[in-house]
């Protein structure tokens, strides 16, 4: 039996064998790379009354971006990219939360990647509740979106010989959350 949104009110924290914080960005202008992010931790209010007045916090570990490959993974955490040994973090905290329907949200947050902080506006799908096996209350979230990362002072390119670049100034963010609530 699902919890109703007055029951979801609370404090939680991410699940992370069980929450996915991945990106997505294009290479050399003909396909993607998928990456993700193995180490972070987050927390999050969620107000069922009035979910307006829910918060969120999330710091992730730059040094576990994982594409897969090694060698480039190496590369996004030199200071081309991520500069991991300087900025070991990557952390979003909300600003606003605005419900749009029943299960979609409209988060907005300061996002800080290297030493640059923007507003960026997140929107999320609720995707639902249930106890575990092991008898923790858990919420379900899904959401995406693109950012520039040029804004955040991630500008290391390489032109291609018949023209363009090699790495996409567009990332798109993805976060698959499982959120436990905490007793």
């Known amino acids: 039996m699902s919890a109703t949104l007055s029951e979801l009110t ?14 997505v960005a294009r290479h050399a202008m003909v396909t993607k790379v998928r990456g993700a992010f193995h180490q972070f931790e987050g927390t999050a209010h969620l107000d ?10 999330v710091v992730i570990k730059t040094e576990s971006i994982d594409t897969g490959v090694e060698q480039r993974d190496q590369h996004l955490r030199t200071n081309d990219f991520l500069d991991a040994p ?3 973090d990557i952390t979003f905290r909300t600003t ?13 947050g300061d996002l800080t990647i290297k030493d640059t902080t923007r507003p960026v506006t997140i929107d999320f799908e609720y995707t639902g509740n249930a106890v575990d096996p092991y008898g923790n209350l858990r919420v379900g979230l899904e959401g ?14 390489a032109a291609l010989e018949g023209g363009g670049v090699l790495v996409g100034d567009k990332v798109v963010l993805e976060f698959d959350i499982s959120a436990i609530k905490q007793k």
């Open 96 to 108: 606003a939360v605005e419900p749009l329907s029943d299960t979609e949200y409209r988060v907005t």
């Open 144 to 157: 995406s979106v693109a950012i520039s990362r040029k804004d955040f002072g991630v500008t290391w390119n």
């Open 10 to 23: 609370g404090d939680y924290a991410l699940d992370p064998a069980h929450t996915r914080i991945g990106f």
């Open 48 to 57: 069922g009354a009035d979910p307006s007045r829910s918060t969120a916090t």
């Open 86 to 88: 300087s900025f070991p």
